[in-house]
Each structure stands twice: as C-alpha cells, then as structure tokens.
C-alpha cells in the first residue's frame, strides 16, 4: 500500500523559504512521476512542480526560477524548495504520485492515483 507523508509547511514572511518533503512508503515502480500540488481556498487545484523517473522535470510557470523540486531515491523522499516566496503562494500544498507517467503528464493531471494528507504553506506581506 502507497502512502505519502508531507512535512515542512509552515508560515513565513514574503521573499522567505521553505522546503516540503514528501517521504513516500510502500512505493517501488521502476517508471513512476511524482510531484506538489496546491490548492488556495476558492481556487482550482494545480500542478507545481513534477519529477519523473527519467529525471525529467517540469514545473508551472508561477513558479519557475523560484521552486525547486529534487528527490532522493535512497531515502524514498522527495522535496520541494521554495524561494523568494510571495503571498499568493499561500495554499495547502500537496505530494502526488502516478506510475507508467510523465513528470508533464502529473503536472496537469486531474486525479493521480496517489495523494498525501497535504501540508500547509501561509505567507505574509
């Protein structure tokens, strides 16, 4: 059973950082994508950042040159880097995986198969 456990959110101010981590248990595909979502109160949900196991990396392009998402296959874990972060990126963030995917394809998935509990990510001006 696959289950992806969220940690790092937290508050911060404007133009500050933080890192989520996603460690992901019972999860062994050889071809898989995994990523963040995120989801605002009153707004869609929507991709942030992919990764896939081809290395390939796709990201939204609210964030790009600001977020970087990495993972560490010994540790089953992967993370998000969010720099220079601003109030709107303010949502409760979320670690996804598929497999037999695209880092792309998860990207603007609508419902991938597995999902975490979510953490939260508040930022102030």
């Known amino acids: 059973q696959v289950q992806l456990v969220e940690s790092g959110g937290g508050s911060v101010q404007a133009g500050g950082s933080l890192r989520l981590s996603c460690a992901a248990f019972?999860?062994?595909?050889?071809?898989?994508?995994m990523g963040w979502f995120r989801q605002a109160p009153g707004k869609k949900r929507e991709g942030v950042a992919a990764?896939?196991?081809?290395?390939?990396?796709s990201y939204a392009d609210s964030v790009k040159g600001r977020f970087t998402i990495s993972q560490d296959n010994a540790k089953n874990t992967l993370y998000l880097q969010m720099n220079s972060l601003k109030p709107e990126d303010t949502a409760m963030y979320y670690c996804?995986?598929?497999?037999?995917?695209?880092?792309?394809?998860?990207?603007?998935?609508?419902?991938?198969?597995?999902w975490g509990q979510g953490t939260q990510v508040t930022v102030s001006s």
């Open positions: 990764i896939d196991s081809d290395g390939s990396i």
């Open positions: 996804a995986a598929d497999v037999y995917c695209t880092g792309s394809w998860l990207l603007i998935a609508r419902n991938p198969n597995y």
């Open positions: 019972g999860y062994t595909y050889s071809s898989y994508c």
